[in-house]
């Protein structure tokens, strides 16, 4: 049986738009891997994370985001991704052009259960700032990991926001990505 793992890059101020200034942001980006001392690092944890991906779960903005992208990457992360299952949620698209994409109909909840049960290995959820609201809303994340990065933007989505949700979390594990990013992971706190 997978678990839901919401895996987000965030600002010390807990902004998650946008980290590479390609939209909404043009010209704040506040990460860029390829420029960043801790770039390296940050990469080698990503391709670590992908190798544990059962499925991935996707809003879909990131979906769209990610499907102009990857499909002509090379290397073990980009075929790691490609390879993996995508499940997308979405009332408006359509078309879904990244292989092994369908869309995951009907409620969220029964849609997530029916993925923790049926995925071989953890359903990771990237980006998806919404979708990951709505997961945390209703209590369908079974994992978080904040890979917290040492800057302060001042502006922009926030992974939570005002959700209305006031959700306990237990910290699993605590660990430094380079010299400057931190990775928190935390589970929620759910009765026995």
């Known amino acids: 049986m997978g678990k839901i793992v919401v895996s987000a890059n965030v600002s010390l101020d807990g902004v998650v738009e946008d980290p590479t200034g390609e939209e909404g942001l043009k010209g704040r980006a506040w990460f860029r891997p390829d420029e960043s001392p801790d770039g390296a690092a940050w990469a080698a944890d990503e391709l670590r994370e992908a190798r ?9 903005r990131t ?13 073990e992360w980009a075929d790691l991704l490609k390879a993996a299952p995508k499940y997308v949620v979405s009332t408006t698209l359509t078309e879904f052009p990244w292989a ?12 997530v259960a029916a993925l923790r049960r049926e995925v071989d290995g953890d359903v990771f959820v990237f980006g998806s700032g919404r979708l990951v609201r709505s997961l945390m809303e209703n209590d369908l994340v079974d994992e978080l990991r904040m890979k917290v990065h040492p800057v302060v933007v001042g502006t922009g989505e ?17 660990r430094m990505i380079g010299d400057g990013i931190v ?8 009765d026995a």
């Open 183 to 190: 990775l928190l992971t935390y589970r929620p706190l759910r």
């Open 63 to 75: 979906y769209e985001w990610f499907a102009e992208r990857w499909p002509s990457r090379t290397g």
């Open 100 to 111: 092994n994409a369908t869309l995951l109909k009907g409620d969220l909840a029964d849609g």
């Open 52 to 60: 544990g991906i059962g499925a991935l779960l996707l809003g879909g």
């Open 158 to 174: 926030r992974l939570f926001g005002a959700s209305g949700v006031n959700r306990g979390l237990r910290r699993e594990d605590t």
